[in-house]
């Protein structure tokens, strides 16, 4: 017997066992579709595992698992919140404020409406907004001035997307 054929036979069991598994969870007549409709009476019968797991945002969709994942980086900022003011980056802070604040407006608009995702964007923005205030407090403590400490952040984010423009300016012409 070639190592083809116990591969085969391998997802064959594995796939009928899967199938068996979920059995319970399929409408009587069902059989071969991968979702169920989203009748009425039928959404009645459902456990709230169905439910979660059959969701148009449920656990097998991008729409939870992308929330998931980022809040990863609210964690991240939360951990920041130790770091001096004057290590962390002004720009990069202003990006998750704004990112944060944008997405969580977006996800309201969106169908399905993604409250997981609202929520985490949310965070994500107030992280932000937490830290540019810090960096911006601490930026006037040293000038004395909030319109010193300010005008140096404008020349900060000027500076950054100049240099960034050069860099693809500089791409593009190799090309």
Same mark, same amino acid.
Request: contains cysteine; proline residues 4%.
């Given at each position: ?15 009928a066992a899967f199938r068996d598994a979920y059995a319970p969870f399929r409408r009587p007549g069902a059989q071969g579709r ?37 809040? @990863?980086? *609210?964690?991240? &900022?939360?951990?920041?919140?130790? %770091?001096?003011?004057?290590?962390? $980056?002004? +720009? ?17 608009i969106i169908t399905p409406k993604n409250y997981l995702l609202a929520a985490v964007n949310f965070f994500l923005g107030c992280? @932000?907004? *937490?830290?540019? &205030?810090?960096?911006?407090?601490? %930026?006037?403590?040293?000038?004395? $001035?909030? +319109? ?28």
């Amino acid at each position: 017997m070639s190592s083809s054929r116990v591969g085969l036979r391998f997802f064959q069991n594995a796939r009928a066992a899967f199938r068996d598994a979920y059995a319970p969870f399929r409408r009587p007549g069902a059989q071969g579709r991968r979702f169920q409709s989203s009748d009425a009476p039928a959404a009645e019968q459902q456990s709230t595992f169905q439910r979660l797991w059959n969701s148009p945002i449920g656990v097998k969709t991008v729409h939870f698992w992308a929330p998931v994942m980022k809040w @990863g980086l *609210v964690i991240a &900022g939360i951990s920041d919140f130790q %770091r001096p003011a004057e290590k962390l $980056s002004l +720009t990069q802070n202003g990006a998750l404020t704004a990112t944060g604040l944008i997405w969580t407006r977006w996800c309201m608009i969106i169908t399905p409406k993604n409250y997981l995702l609202a929520a985490v964007n949310f965070f994500l923005g107030c992280v @932000g907004i *937490v830290q540019v &205030g810090r960096i911006v407090s601490y %930026r006037r403590s040293l000038d004395g $001035s909030t +319109t010193e400490a300010v005008k140096d952040m404008e020349h900060e984010v000027v500076d950054s997307a100049k240099a960034a423009v050069a860099k693809v300016e500089a791409v593009i012409e190799k090309k």
